[in-house]
């Protein structure tokens, strides 16, 4: 289905799940404006001598449930927190899969994720291949997608990589980090895991570690909860409270760094010291297909490692940190990182909330010094 395009995601177009949470229609503590409280509790009484539904924190908690309700509205399924995203991945393959099973993930997305498969998981027996995901994916057990990937920005074919992996009897997890479920929902295209760093623009402040996995099967949610039970890879009551405040504005904040990042998209592809800009945003017409606004992440590419530095310690209101999806402005050059990946000069930016004229007086003052 095309989509409409506009320059950032209206309030009007976002689903009605997170319009609820926003307006306050939503019968919970949160829609009413306030939050629940921060249950710290590890125990909680039995009832009438039987183990009730909160009874200890590593199955469950009443902010986890609670965040994991909304998250599991938002996204279309039935949500489950980790300690991390990459914990929530760890957990994902772990319970999904066995011994001798293949991922295929896409390439040019997280480094941590393919890292964490090819090097600690593959010892336990997980085959791991990379693919490119703009195209049809290998044979696998598991197919990872990731939209608008982390750092090289491709973005597949959704409907079509979804089918062909299922057809060849593939289970398919998207990673959605990066566009949130205000801009794509995964599951509505088939796909059976839906995996967030919630870290990132879920929680949106730089202020939680916090990982997701929403599952489009109860099956499978029962049998990822019981593995996060056994494993003990859970996230405490203190991000899954900040992921929910978060949530909130979450419409708000992605569609002013939507439109602030295409703006800079824009802007940097024609300034002379750029060699190359990444966003989807600019022309992709794939991901046009299936999002009306392209997230706050974008990578470019300046002449090598030395101008990747200077940019890096010039910049006065964009942090030179890593991470991305909060609402202050991140950059850095990804080659620190994943040198065999990226060229030595390419740099990720997370555009945050700041005006985005100063975010682009910043950038055009260190990107003009180069010369
Ligand atoms: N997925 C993506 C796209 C990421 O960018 C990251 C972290 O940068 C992760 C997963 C892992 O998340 P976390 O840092 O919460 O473990």
């Known amino acids: 289905m095309a989509r409409r395009h506009t320059e950032a995601v209206t309030f009007r177009s976002t689903p009605n799940s997170i319009r609820r949470v926003l307006t306050g229609t939503r019968e919970t503590e949160l829609a009413r404006g306030e939050l629940p409280a921060l249950d710290r509790a590890t125990i909680h009484p039995y009832v009438d001598a039987r183990p009730g539904p909160?009874?200890?924190?590593?199955?469950?908690?009443?902010?986890?449930?609670?965040?994991?309700?909304?998250?599991?509205?938002?996204?279309?399924?039935?949500?489950?927190?980790?300690?991390?995203?990459?914990?929530?991945?760890?957990?994902?393959?772990?319970?999904?899969?066995?011994?001798?099973?293949?991922?295929?993930?896409?390439?040019?997305?997280?480094?941590?994720?393919?890292?964490?498969?090819?090097?600690?998981?593959a010892r336990w027996g997980l085959n791991v291949v990379a693919f490119d995901q703009t195209g049809e994916p290998p044979n696998?057990?598991?197919?990872?997608?990731?939209p608008c990937a982390n750092p090289m920005m491709s973005f597949p074919d959704l409907d079509a990589a979804i089918a062909s992996a299922h057809a060849s009897g593939a289970l398919v997890a998207v990673d959605n980090t990066v566009l949130s479920p205000v801009l794509l929902?995964?599951?509505?295209?088939?796909?059976?895991?839906?995996?967030?760093?919630?870290?990132?623009?879920?929680?949106?402040?730089?202020?939680?570690?916090?990982?997701?996995?929403?599952?489009?099967?109860?099956?499978?949610?029962?049998?990822?909860?019981?593995?996060?039970?056994?494993?003990?890879?859970?996230?405490?009551?203190?991000p899954a409270w900040l992921m929910l405040r978060g949530v909130k504005t979450l419409a708000l904040r992605v569609a002013r760094q939507s439109a602030s990042a295409?703006?800079?998209?824009?802007?940097?592809?024609?300034?002379?010291?750029?060699?190359?800009?990444?966003?989807?945003?600019?022309g992709d017409p794939v991901a046009a297909r299936y999002v009306e606004a392209f997230g706050p992440l974008l990578s470019f590419e300046v002449a090598g490692a030395g101008a990747a530095t200077r940019v890096e310690r010039s910049l006065e209101?964009?942090?030179?940190?890593?991470?991305?999806?909060?609402?202050?402005?991140?950059?850095?050059?990804?080659?620190?990182?994943?040198?065999?990946?990226?060229?030595?000069?390419?740099?990720?930016l997370s555009v945050g909330l700041e005006d985005v004229d100063d975010l682009w007086a910043d950038l055009a003052r260190a990107l003009d010094a180069l010369g």
């Open 140 to 146: 696998a057990d598991l197919v990872w997608l990731e």
């Open 185 to 238: 929902r995964p599951l509505e295209h088939g796909a059976d895991f839906v995996l967030h760093s919630a870290t990132k623009i879920l929680a949106g402040h730089h202020d939680a570690l916090l990982g997701a996995v929403v599952c489009a099967r109860a099956e499978d949610h029962a049998r990822l909860h019981a593995f996060r039970t056994a494993s003990g890879i859970v996230a405490a009551p203190d």
């Open 262 to 282: 295409l703006e800079l998209a824009r802007r940097l592809g024609a300034h002379p010291a750029v060699e190359r800009v990444r966003y989807p945003g600019l």
């Open 317 to 348: 209101l964009i942090e030179n940190a890593t991470s991305l999806g909060g609402v202050a402005s991140t950059l850095e050059a990804r080659a620190r990182w994943e040198p065999e990946r990226v060229a030595p000069g390419l740099l990720r």
């Open 54 to 121: 909160v009874y200890y924190q590593r199955e469950a908690h009443p902010v986890g449930l609670e965040a994991e309700r909304v998250l599991g509205d938002l996204d279309g399924g039935q949500a489950l927190l980790f300690s991390s995203g990459s914990g929530a991945t760890t957990a994902l393959i772990l319970a999904l899969l066995g011994p001798g099973a293949t991922v295929a993930v896409a390439d040019g997305g997280y480094y941590g994720t393919f890292a964490l498969l090819d090097v600690e998981l």
